[in-house]
């Protein structure tokens, strides 16, 4: 690295993997010369405080690992709890010199390039976001699976000669449940239109004509087990939720302030808020932010011209709350929904709906920066906080005896 002035003098690099975390300390003593310690430390509690301690000796200054799974979280707690500075690199950016592999000198090249400042930590939330993703993440799987039995069902409906999804909405809401429940449990036709509500109701001849089928003792014994197990995942989500409600108190400005945004309700705000976190000093603009959330369009231009702009790798849990959330704002009367119509004249759907997330993401980085809630040119605030807060407000004049309100020329009779 000649010609590079050093910014750090004591650094070390640490090669995690699973069982072995490889560690190599440099030191720049006052004369210029440079010292190295090499020591391999195993996977344990006790070999990760060791390695703590030991970088804590050596007076280290900043500690750079890479890892390409998850292998990093318990030596990083360490280390933090040892009140050292680390840093989680990306694996993809510091490639050793090919035919040059072995865990001692990647460790070595680690420190070397923390030592001039050639590397970037990733972002790694504070260890109470940090543990609330343990809690969120598999949330997100309960539910892929929750939604992966729901399918399951409505096709050993189909199997079964009921086409009840072709009638409702919703083969998993409130009315379809309790036909479902009631084809398990045997109930007369009769007893089985009973369970329809609001719109349904008008469908009476359809709904009996889906609901006739051939429904033999194995599709109810499998039907039985895909209704329980789909009732109990719901049970699950729903305690997971309010989980995450009530974890949300310390953040409650940013949590509020992220619901004003068309689209996100108060369980993809908390989602939203336990991947970034509140403070988006950490991302430094709008740009670095949808990047990392692999939402900003790939550069890739060669000879002047532009070629392929597809999103490259990031946070792909971020990436499909925020697609998520870009569905439902499409929905709304917003900015966001007429951005997305704007696009589907020359794009495809999904397309539309990565770009929606990407205008999103940008949207909360500069609210939770200014501390503002967004406030939509194309939504009547006014007529909103009416329409919700109406009955409300007549309750309380129908207590106090002024409404109905008297009329005008009533009024000025009785003067």
């Known amino acids: 690295m000649e010609g590079l002035s050093p910014l750090h003098r004591r650094v070390a690099g640490i090669d995690v993997h699973r069982m072995l975390h490889v560690v190599t300390v440099l030191i720049e003593q006052p004369d210029g010369s440079m010292t190295k310690h090499s020591r391999e430390f195993g996977g344990f509690k006790r070999d990760c405080r060791a390695l703590a301690a030991w970088l804590g000796e050596l007076q280290v200054q900043l500690v750079v690992m890479e890892s390409t799974g998850i292998y990093w979280k318990s030596v990083y707690s360490h280390l933090e709890n040892a009140g050292l500075i680390a840093w989680v690199v990306n694996a993809h950016f510091i490639k050793h010199v090919p035919g040059r ?7 070595e090249w680690l420190a070397v390039l923390a030592r001039f400042g050639l590397v970037r930590g990733s ?10 993703r343990l809690v969120s993440r598999y949330r997100r799987k309960l539910s892929a699976t929750c939604a992966s039995q729901v399918n399951r069902l409505h096709k050993m409906l189909d199997d079964g000669g009921i086409k009840l999804g072709a009638v409702v909405a919703d083969v998993n809401g409130v009315s379809a449940r ?26 009476t001849e359809e709904l009996a004509a889906s609901l006739d ?33 009530r974890a949300m108190q310390p953040y409650a400005w940013a949590h509020s302030l992220l619901q004003t945004i068309p689209g996100i309700d108060e369980v993809a705000a908390a989602l939203i808020l336990i991947e970034i976190g509140d403070d988006m000093a950490r991302f430094a603009s709008p740009e670095r932010l949808a990047c990392w959330a692999a939402l900003s369009p ?24 925020l697609c998520e959330c870009a569905n439902a704002a499409r929905m709304t009367k917003s900015t966001l929904a007429a951005k997305y119509k704007s696009l589907m004249v020359r794009k495809s759907h ?24 967004y406030l939509d040119q194309a939504i009547d605030y006014a007529a909103m ?31």
């Not at 060669?302 to 990436?319: E, L, Y």
């Open 123 to 132: 972002f790694i939330p504070p260890k109470d976001l940090r543990e609330l």
């Open 385 to 415: 906080s009416a329409r919700k807060n109406a009955p409300r407000w007549i309750k309380q004049l129908k207590a106090i005896g002024k409404w109905p309100a008297p009329r005008a020329s009533a009024a000025a009779a009785a003067t």
């Open 298 to 321: 790939g550069n890739h231009e060669s000879a002047g011209k532009r070629k392929s702009g597809r999103t490259r790798h990031g946070n792909n849990v971020i990436r499909h709350i």
């Open 101 to 107: 592999k072995t865990d001692m000198l990647d460790s």
């Open 213 to 245: 089928g051939d429904l033999s003792e194995r599709h109810l014994f499998v039907l039985r087990h895909l209704s329980d197990s789909i009732e109990q995942m719901q049970r699950q989500l729903a305690d997971i939720d309010a989980y995450l409600m």
């Open 178 to 203: 309790a036909m479902v429940r009631g084809l398990i449990d045997g109930q007369s036709p009769a007893l089985l239109l009973s369970h329809a509500r609001g719109a349904l109701k008008r469908k």
């Open 350 to 373: 999904k397309k539309a709906i990565v770009a929606v997330a990407h205008k999103m993401i940008r949207l909360i980085y500069i609210l939770l920066s200014r501390r503002q809630p």
